[in-house]
C-alpha cells in the first residue's frame, strides 16, 4: 500500500465505521424508545429501502457531477443530517426525526460508495486497481465490525443523542482525511470536474440498461452476482436461527461466529491484495467456494461443520465482489460507468430480499437448512446454465465464422 493513499483507505474506514454505527443505533434505539417491534421494523425498513432503491438515481449522478464534489457531499450531509435530526429530537421529541436520520444517511452512504466506485478506476490502473478494491474492502470490512461495537459500547454509558453526534463528528473527521489525500496528490481531471450535461430524466437508464443487455459477459456478471446474494442473503437471514436455535449454541458463540466470518473476510482480502491470480480463476474459484459453504450451512450436521460453511459464504463473498468490480471497470464505456454500475447494483441486490423472504415464507414449513440447500442449488443451477449459454454462444460464433 502507497503511503499517501493510507489516507483514502482510513477516509472509508472512518465513514464506513460512522455509517456503522447509525444502522446499529438508530432501530435500537427505536425500539427502546417506543417499546414496539413494529416501529423498529419501520426504522429498518426506512434505513434499508432508500440505501436500495437510491443506487440508480447516484450511479447517474456519478456521471455527470465531480466523483471527488459528491464523496465530499456525502460526508458533509451525513454530519449536518446527524446535528439536524438531534436538534429536531431535542425541540419536537419525536421518532420520526429519527428515521429522517436514517432515510437520509442511507441515500447519502449510497451516494458516497458510489461516487468511490467511480472515481477509482481514474486514480489506478492494472495490478494496483485490483489491489485498491481488495483494501477499499477491507477498509469497509473493518468499519462494519467496529462500528457496532462502539455503539454498543457508547449507548451503555451515554445517551443516544451523543452517539449520534459522535457519528457526526466521525463523518467530519473522515471528511478531513479525504481532503488531505486529494492535496496529496495530482488527480486527474476526469474526477474533478463536471461532465457536460443536459436532464437526467431516463436517458441514463435507458443507456444503463441497453449496455447490460449489449455488452458481452455483462449480463452473466449481473446474473452471477445475484446467485451469489441469494446464498449471502439467506445465510444473513437465517445465522441467527441457525446457530443459537437449530446448533442449541449461546449468543456468545454467535458473536464470535460474526467475528470470525470478518476475519475470513479481511484474511481473504489480503490474499487478493498481494497474490495475483487471473480474474477468471478468482471469479471461479469464489463462486464455489461460496455454493460450497451454502450446502455446509444447509446440511445440519455439527456445529464447526456450520461454522465452516458460514465463514467460507462470507469470505469469499468479497473476493466474488473484487472480481465483479474488476470486470465491470473492464466492460463498461468510462463515460457511462457510473449509471451502469447503478442499476447493476440495484439488479445485483434484488436477490437478497428476495432470500429473506423466501425464509420468511417457507423455514416453518420446509426448515430454515433445506430452505438454504434449496437456494444453495439455485446458485449453482445460474452458474452451470452460464457456462452452458456461453459454450453455446462461442460453439455459435465459430460457425458463423467458419461459415
Not at 206 to 233: D, K, M, Q, S, T
Not at 269 to 282: C, E, I, N
Not at 283 to 296: F, N, Q
Request: glycine share 10%.
Amino acid at each position: 500500500m502507497r503511503g499517501h493513499h493510507r489516507l483514502l483507505y482510513l477516509s472509508l474506514l472512518l465513514t464506513r465505521f460512522a455509517d456503522q454505527v447509525l444502522l446499529f443505533t438508530v432501530p435500537l434505539v427505536v425500539f427502546k424508545l417506543s417499546g414496539s417491534a413494529a416501529w423498529s421494523g419501520i426504522a429498518f425498513f426506512c434505513e434499508a429501502l432508500p440505501r436500495f432503491a437510491a443506487f440508480p438515481v447516484c450511479g447517474a449522478l456519478c456521471d455527470r457531477v465531480s466523483t471527488l464534489k459528491l464523496i465530499r457531499w456525502s460526508q458533509h450531509w451525513r454530519s449536518f443530517v446527524c446535528v439536524g435530526g438531534v436538534a429536531g429530537y431535542a425541540l419536537h421529541g419525536s421518532l420520526a426525526w429519527l428515521i429522517v436520520i436514517s432515510a437520509a444517511a442511507g441515500v447519502l452512504t449510497t451516494q458516497g460508495s458510489m461516487a468511490r466506485e467511480a472515481m477509482l478506476p481514474h486514480i489506478f490502473h492494472g495490478d494496483s486497481y485490483r489491489k485498491s478494491l481488495s483494501y477499499t474492502q477491507i477498509a469497509d470490512q473493518l468499519g462494519t465490525v467496529l462500528g457496532p461495537l462502539a455503539a454498543a459500547g457508547l449507548l451503555d454509558i451515554s445517551r443516544w443523542e451523543y452517539v449520534v453526534l459522535a457519528a457526526a463528528a466521525i463523518f467530519i473527521v473522515s471528511e478531513v482525511a479525504f481532503s488531505r489525500w486529494t492535496r496529496a496528490q495530482t488527480l486527474p481531471d476526469s474526477v474533478s470536474t463536471q461532465a457536460p450535461g443536459g436532464k437526467l430524466g431516463l436517458e441514463p437508464y435507458r443507456i444503463a440498461f441497453a449496455h447490460i443487455v449489449a455488452i458481452p459477459g455483462l449480463l452473466e456478471l449481473v446474473c452471477l452476482a445475484a446467485g451469489v446474494n441469494l446464498v449471502v442473503g439467506v445465510t444473513l437471514a437465517t445465522s441467527a436461527a441457525m446457530f443459537t436455535g437449530v446448533y442449541a449454541q449461546t449468543a456468545s458463540s454467535y458473536a464470535l461466529l460474526q467475528v470470525a466470518g470478518s476475519i475470513a473476510t479481511v484474511v481473504v482480502l489480503m490474499f487478493v491484495a498481494h497474490v495475483k491470480l487471473p480474474a477468471r480463476v478468482s471469479g471461479a474459484a469464489s463462486y464455489l467456494l461460496i455454493v460450497l459453504g451454502g450446502l455446509l450451512t444447509g446440511w445440519v450436521s455439527w456445529p464447526f461443520v456450520y461454522v465452516a460453511g458460514f465463514v467460507a459464504v462470507i469470505g469469499f463473498d468479497k473476493m466474488f465482489s473484487v472480481f465483479m468490480r474488476g470486470a465491470r471497470q473492464r466492460l463498461i464505456p468510462a463515460e457511462d460507468f457510473g449509471k451502469t454500475v447503478g442499476l447493476i447494483a440495484l439488479l445485483n441486490n434484488l436477490t437478497q430480499p428476495l432470500a429473506g423472504l423466501v425464509v420468511g415464507l417457507f423455514a416453518t414449513r420446509l426448515g430454515a437448512g433445506h430452505v438454504i440447500l434449496i437456494l444453495t442449488l439455485g446458485m449453482a443451477v445460474i452458474g452451470v446454465a452460464l457456462i452452458a449459454f456461453r459454450g453455446r454462444r462461442a460453439a455459435w460464433m465459430a460457425s458463423i465464422e467458419e461459415a
